[in-house]
C-alpha cells in the first residue's frame, strides 16, 4: 500500500480563511475604524474611562497573572520536562542560535527600547513613584523600574504562549494556533466555537497590541525626521503619512516571506542595534555604565519578589496605571504575535533550551541597553549640568533619544542610523505580525495566499492611524490593555493545559523505556564477531531495502497474523518512497500502536575507511534500517536483525504499549491520543511534509 506525504502545491494559493474567526474579528475592527472616525472626541473620552476601570479593577490580576506565567515557565525548564522537544525526539533547530535571536529579538520589542531606552529612566527620574524627584535616590529607583518593566517578566509572557504553541504544534501535530493549547482539557471541541473564540481573542488583542507599537515608532520617526529635517512639522498628519509609508515597505517584506524577508531584516536589525549601542558605550561613560550594569542587575533580582507585587495600594494614583499595567498589558495583547512567531522559529530545541535563550539572553541584552542608554542620560543630567533633557523628554517621549544624541560625537550620522533602525523595526513588526495574524485566521495554516497578507498588513497600518487620530498614546494604551484582559485568562488555561499534557508525557516516558536498551538486550545473543561487523559496516541503500523487503516486512506479517487470530486488528502497510514497512494495531476506543522500520540516509563518517583517500570528505552515503514510532524516530538500526529479532523488537514495543494503556489510570481516550492522533502514522520526514499533514487534517476538521 503505497502512500506519500508531499505537500499538495495547490495549498500554497488556495484560500485558507478561517471564516468563524476570520468575520468576527474584522467586524470587531470595523465598527472600531468606524465609530472612532466619526467621533474621534468621543472615543478618546470612552478610551480614558475604559482604562480606568480597568487599571481600578483588574490591575491585581493583570500583577498576578504575569507573575504566574514566570513561575510556571521557569519551573517547566528546570524540571525534567526541560529534555523534550519541540517536535519528534529526532529533530534537530531549523535556524542557528544568532538567527534565531535576531529574529525573536526583533519581533519582541526593538522598538519599544528605542522608545524607552532614554524615555523611561529620565521620566522617573523626574516623576518617581515614591520619594522625592531628580535625587539619587529616584535615579536607582528609575533604572530598577526600567529592568523591571523590561526584564523576566515580559518574555514570560512571550515564552509561555510560543512554549505551549511550540510544544503542541510540533510535538503532537496540533494546528499552529491558540486554540491547540486548550486540547489536554476539551479535546476536540477546540475546532469547535471555543477554538474560534480563542483565535478570535488572540487576533484583536494582536492587531491592537501592533497597532501600539505602530503608533509609537511612526512617533519617534516623526521626532527624528523632524530633527533631522526641521521643516517636518511633529503632528498627527506627519505620522500617518509615515504609517502609509512605511506600511507599504511592509507589504513588500510581507510578500517576500519569512526568510527572505523577515530574517534578513531581523539580522540588520540586531546588527545596526549592537552598532549603535556600542557607539555610545565607548563614547560615554563607560566605567560609569559598566559599575551601574552590574549594581542594577543585582538589585533587580533582589527586589523581584517585592517589585512583582507591588500594586501601589496604600498609595492609589495614576502611575501603576500609565507605566507597569500598559507595559504589561500591552505585553499580554501583543503576546500572539510575538509568542506564535518564535514558536515558528523554534522547532526542534527543547523545552530548557527554548526557555533560557527566550528569557535569559534578550533579557541581558536589554539590561545593557537601558544601562549603555538610560544610565548616559541619567549621567549627563546629575554630572554634566544637561538638566533641560529633563523637560525636553516630559515635553515629548519620542525625543529623548534623539536630544541625548546632541551631546554625543557624530550627531547627525548616529541620528540618521537610528531614524533607518527604528523604520527597519517597523517593517519587521509589521510583516512579522501580518503572518502571524493571518495564520491565526487561518486556522494555524502555514501557507496563505499572498492578498490575505497584504489585507492584514494593511489593516495594522489603518488601525494604527486611527488610534492615533483618536487620541494618540492614550489611545493606544487602552486598546492594548483592553483586549489584554480576556487573553489573560486564556493564557493562564493554557498554561494549565500544558501541564497536563506534561504528565501525561511523563505516564508515557514511564512506561515506554529506551529503545536503545532494549536494542542492546536483543544483539546480546548475537555472535560477538556479527555484532563488531555489524559495527564496523556502512551497508548501501540496495542492501537495507533488501533486509527491509525481507526481513523487517516478513517479521511483521507474521506478528499480524498472529495478532488477528487474538481477536486484535492489525495491517501491515508498504511505501516505496520513502521506502518503509510498518504495523499497525487498532484498539478501538485506544491509542493506535504503530512499530515502522524506515530506510534513512546517512553520510558516510571520515573514519569508514581509512585505506581510502578521499578528496572530497564526506562525500558518500551509508543506510540504516531505523525504527520509528508515533512519538518520532527511535534512534537505532535494526539492519541485520534476524527474523526472530525482528519479532522480539516489535514485541518488545508492543509490550511497552499495552504498559503504557493499563498504566494511565483516567485519561479519556481523546487525551491519550493527543500525542499522536493528529500525525501522520510516522513523523513526517520533511518540514513540507509535516505543513501538508497539518493543512489537511486541517481541511478535513473543516468539511
Not at 453 to 462: E, N, Q
Request: charged share 15%; hydrophobic share 50%; aromatic share 12%.
Amino acid at each position: 500500500m503505497a502512500q506519500t506525504n508531499q505537500p499538495d502545491a495547490s495549498l500554497k494559493s488556495a484560500t485558507t480563511l478561517l471564516l468563524p474567526v476570520f468575520i468576527p474579528a474584522v467586524a470587531v475592527l470595523a465598527l472600531m475604524i468606524i465609530g472612532t472616525l466619526s467621533n474621534p472626541g468621543l472615543a478618546g473620552k470612552v478610551f480614558s474611562s475604559t482604562l480606568a476601570a480597568i487599571t481600578e479593577n483588574f490591575g491585581w490580576f493583570y500583577m498576578l497573572a504575569v507573575a504566574l506565567f514566570l513561575i510556571f515557565i521557569f519551573s517547566v525548564a528546570v524540571s525534567p520536562w526541560g529534555k523534550i522537544k519541540l517536535g519528534p525526539d529526532h529533530t534537530e533547530p531549523e535556524y542557528s542560535f544568532g538567527a534565531w535571536f535576531a529574529m525573536l529579538f526583533s519581533a519582541g520589542y526593538g522598538i519599544a527600547l528605542l522608545f524607552f531606552g532614554v524615555a523611561e529612566p529620565v521620566l522617573h527620574y523626574a516623576s518617581p513613584p515614591n520619594g522625592a524627584p531628580e535625587t539619587l535616590d529616584a535615579a536607582k529607583q528609575a533604572m530598577q523600574i526600567a529592568f523591571f518593566h523590561w526584564g523576566f517578566h515580559i518574555w514570560a509572557i512571550y515564552g509561555l504562549v510560543g512554549l505551549v504553541l511550540a510544544y503542541f504544534a510540533f510535538r503532537h501535530g496540533l494546528p499552529l494556533s491558540m486554540r491547540s493549547t486548550l486540547y489536554p482539557l476539551i479535546g476536540e471541541r477546540i475546532h469547535g466555537p471555543i477554538g474560534h473564540t480563542v483565535d478570535t481573542f488572540a487576533i484583536l488583542g494582536t492587531v491592537f497590541g501592533l497597532a501600539t507599537t505602530l503608533g509609537l515608532s511612526v512617533a519617534q520617526i516623526n521626532a527624528g525626521l523632524h530633527y533631522l529635517i526641521p521643516a517636518i512639522p511633529i503632528d498627527t498628519s506627519v505620522q500617518v503619512m509615515a504609517l502609509g509609508i512605511i506600511t507599504l515597505l511592509g507589504i513588500a517584506s510581507v510578500v517576500a516571506g519569512m526568510d527572505k524577508g523577515i530574517k534578513r531584516l531581523s539580522l540588520i536589525n540586531i546588527g545596526l542595534a549592537i552598532a549603535l549601542m556600542t557607539f555610545v558605550f565607548l563614547v560615554g561613560p563607560t566605567i560609569f555604565i559598566l559599575e551601574v550594569f552590574l549594581q542594577n542587575t543585582g538589585s533587580y533580582l533582589s527586589g523581584i519578589v517585592e517589585r512583582t507585587f507591588n500594586l501601589q495600594a496604600y498609595t492609589r494614583g495614576d502611575w501603576i496605571g500609565n507605566w507597569t499595567l500598559f507595559i504589561f498589558g500591552w505585553t499580554i495583547a501583543w503576546a500572539p504575535f510575538v509568542g506564535l512567531f518564535i514558536a515558528k522559529i523554534s522547532r526542534g530545541r527543547t523545552i530548557r533550551q527554548f526557555v533560557f535563550g527566550v528569557m535569559l539572553v534578550p533579557t541581558s541584552f536589554t539590561f545593557l541597553w537601558f544601562s549603555v542608554f538610560g544610565d548616559t542620560a541619567l549621567n549627563m543630567i546629575m554630572n554634566e549640568g544637561y538638566t533641560a533633557l529633563v523637560t525636553q523628554v516630559q515635553n515629548d517621549h519620542a525625543i529623548a533619544l534623539f536630544k541625548l544624541f546632541e551631546r554625543l560625537p557624530l550627531t547627525e550620522v548616529i541620528s540618521t542610523i537610528t531614524v533607518i533602525l527604528i523604520i527597519t523595526f517597523f517593517v519587521t513588526s509589521s510583516d512579522s505580525g501580518s503572518l502571524v495574524v493571518d495564520s491565526l485566521a487561518s486556522g494555524g495554516a502555514y501557507y496563505t495566499p499572498v492578498w490575505q497578507r497584504v489585507f492584514w498588513a494593511s489593516m495594522l497600518g489603518v488601525i494604527a492611524s486611527v488610534l492615533l487620530i483618536a487620541g494618540g498614546l492614550r489611545a493606544l494604551q487602552t486598546a492594548s490593555i483592553t483586549f489584554a484582559l480576556p487573553f489573560a485568562f486564556i493564557m493562564l488555561v493554557a498554561a494549565v493545559g500544558m501541564w497536563r499534557a506534561l504528565v501525561i508525557e511523563t505516564h508515557r516516558e514511564a512506561s515506554l523505556q529506551s529503545a536503545i536498551a532494549h536494542s542492546t538486550k536483543n544483539q546480546n545473543g548475537r555472535n560477538w564477531k556479527d555484532r563488531l561487523s555489524h559495527l564496523m559496516d556502512y551497508p548501501s541503500e540496495a542492501e537495507v531495502g533488501g533486509f527491509i523487503n525481507k526481513v523487517a516486512f516478513d517479521a511483521m506479517q507474521t506478528v499480524r497474523e498472529e495478532l488477528n487470530k487474538r481477536g486484535w486488528d492489525a495491517e501491515v502497510y508498504y511505501d516505496e518512497e520513502p521506502l518503509r514497512v510498518r504495523i499497525e494495531v487498532l484498539k478501538e476506543a485506544e491509542m493506535d500502536f504503530i512499530y515502522e522500520v524506515r530506510r534513512c540516509q546517512f553520510t558516510t563518517p571520515t573514519f569508514a575507511y581509512p585505506e581510502i583517500e578521499r578528496q572530497v570528505p564526506n562525500e558518500e552515503h551509508y543506510y540504516r534500517a531505523e525504527v520509528f514510532l508515533r512519538r518520532g524516530g527511535q534512534a537505532y538500526d535494526v539492519y541485520g536483525y534476524s527474523r526472530g529479532d525482528m519479532i522480539t523488537d516489535i514485541l518488545d514495543q508492543f509490550e511497552r504499549y499495552i504498559h503504557f494503556l493499563h498504566h494511565s489510570p483516567g485519561l479519556l481516550p481523546w487525551q491519550m491520543e493527543m500525542h499522536d492522533e493528529q500525525l501522520q502514522p510516522t513523523q513526517p520526514k520533511t518540514l513540507e511534509e509535516d505543513i501538508s499533514s497539518e493543512e489537511q487534517h486541517r481541511q478535513n476538521q473543516k468539511s
